[in-house]
């Protein structure tokens, strides 16, 4: 990397406080997830400061083939997910929360492989800028549907019988926008009426869906960034402080 370069991302990431709230809760010698996205980016960039700072031990899989570029360009340990068992640490970004940590995921496409992250993760934290918190899923973002492109029209038959009417997703020159699976994404507008857990649980019978960004009771921890340094945190684990 440029020296100019590393010293802008380096500054950036050091006065990043929602990427050093992150970082605190890993631990030396931990094993952690990375989502994909802008905001698991910030992370990342941030943890490799740390990393090159420091005698900090860690060791990370990350969602996408992106996020494993970055992670290995700012000097992080990247071990296939092929050969982990277990997470101690999941950290990723959301399209969209509401207050009782519930959330929208995918839309940079990798909701299968961060579904999987989040399965195997002991702790999962998740980080949005405030302007993705709303009252309830679907007034900002769409749910994205990962479907394999082998009987596409069945499995779109399918999935319209749920109520659910998606468009396929596409680049910026028209062209089909392909998961680093190979699969396809559904976009797919929702209604506050919709029930969510009856969705996500009929969503995953149909054969050709592979995963969706229905992420219900995922998250332990969300951080949500207000600006200014203002970091709010929403969790479903007990405050044992009292
Ligand atoms: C990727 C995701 C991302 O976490 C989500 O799209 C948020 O991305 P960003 O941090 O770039 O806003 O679900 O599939």
Redesign the pocket.
């Known amino acids: 990397m440029l020296w100019h370069k590393e010293s802008a991302l380096s500054e950036r990431a050091a006065g990043d406080a929602l990427a050093r709230t992150a970082i605190e809760e890993i631990r030396p010698g931990m094993f952690v997830g990375f989502?994909?996205?802008?905001?698991?980016s910030r992370v990342i960039q941030a943890l490799g400061l740390k990393v090159r700072q420091e005698d900090f031990p860690v060791r990370v899989v990350a969602?996408s083939e992106a996020t494993e570029a970055l992670c290995r360009e700012v000097g992080l340990t990247v071990e296939d997910f092929a050969t982990v068992e277990q997470l101690d640490l999941l950290i990723?970004?959301?399209?969209e929360i509401t207050r009782d940590m519930k959330m929208l995921?995918?839309?940079?496409?990798?909701?299968t492989r961060?579904r999987m992250l989040a399965w195997a993760s002991g702790r999962r934290i998740y980080m949005v800028v405030e302007e993705k918190v709303s009252p309830y899923l679907g007034t900002n973002s769409s749910l994205?549907i990962a479907v394999m492109p082998f009987g596409l029209a069945s499995t779109r038959a399918s999935i319209r019988r749920l109520g659910l009417n998606g468009v396929l997703r596409r680049g910026l020159a028209g062209e089909l926008y392909v998961t680093d699976n190979a699969n396809l994404i559904l976009d797919v507008s929702l209604a506050e009426s919709m029930d969510l857990d009856e969705i996500s649980v009929e969503l995953h019978r149909i054969p050709g869906v592979v995963e969706h960004?229905l992420f219900l009771d995922e998250a332990d921890v969300i951080l949500v960034d207000h600006g200014d340094d203002e970091i709010e945190r929403i969790s479903r684990e007990q405050d044992h402080s009292a």
């Open positions: 989502g994909t996205g802008r905001t698991s969602a990723d970004g959301a399209d995921k995918g839309g940079r496409g990798a909701v961060e994205s960004g």
